[in-house]
């Protein structure tokens, strides 16, 4: 086995702390995403019934997918290291190319997750406290239910972005793993001085 095949090694614990970490990303995410999508509430305005859903404001039903997205990446990749440890004596063994995949995903996901649930939570203020300047009510006073259900689902949104942040940098370390000479530099020898007699 080469250096490079025996540094990328991972200790048992280190792979089931990640597969911890990733299922609870996964569930974080998925709750975020049907609490979302799932979100909806009717009530009488003026005599008129309205009905109040994520697709009524842009950001809500973007964080929905991509807190859905995130939950099915972390689900994907969860089931890959379960089956490499069911089949494999190292599990979630990757080779340089898919460890900067994963690396470069994990960046990814964290970065659509926690800008989606950013934008969702300024389109929440504006529901929560209206804006008197263009005369938007709060709306969050006639949708209470509503609004509970999305602060629930930007709650997890933000747990999951978090976590996936840590994962990012668990791959990183896992990536910098198979170049032992950047994670293990050599000493330089000293050059020896040559003593001249006089």
């Not at 994963?102 to 950013?118: E, H």
């Not at 629930?152 to 978090?162: I, N, T």
């Amino acid at each position: 086995m080469d250096a490079a095949a025996q540094a990328g090694r991972r200790r048992p614990s280190e792979v089931r702390a990640e597969g911890l970490m990733r299922g609870a990303c996964a569930v974080l995410a998925l709750a975020s995403a049907l609490l979302m999508g799932l979100d909806t509430q009717t009530e009488t305005v003026l005599l008129i019934r309205k009905k109040a859903t994520v697709k009524d404001v842009h950001a809500l039903w973007v964080l929905t997918a991509a807190a859905g997205a995130a939950a099915g990446y972390h689900l994907l990749h969860l089931l890959r290291c379960l089956y490499l440890g069911r089949f494999t004596h190292n599990p979630c063994r990757n080779s340089k190319a898919l460890a900067w995949a994963f690396l470069l995903l994990d960046k990814g996901c964290a970065y659509v997750t926690f800008a989606a649930t950013v934008a969702a939570a300024q389109a929440c203020l504006i529901a929560l406290d209206g804006a008197q300047a263009l005369q938007w009510n709060k709306v969050c006073n006639i949708f209470t239910r509503f609004c509970q259900q999305v602060a629930g689902s930007l709650v997890c949104g933000g747990l999951a972005a978090a976590g996936t942040a840590v994962l990012s940098a668990l791959s990183a370390r896992n990536l910098f793993r198979l170049y032992p000479s950047l994670s293990h530099p050599h000493p330089h020898p000293h050059p020896h001085r040559s003593s001249s007699t006089k």
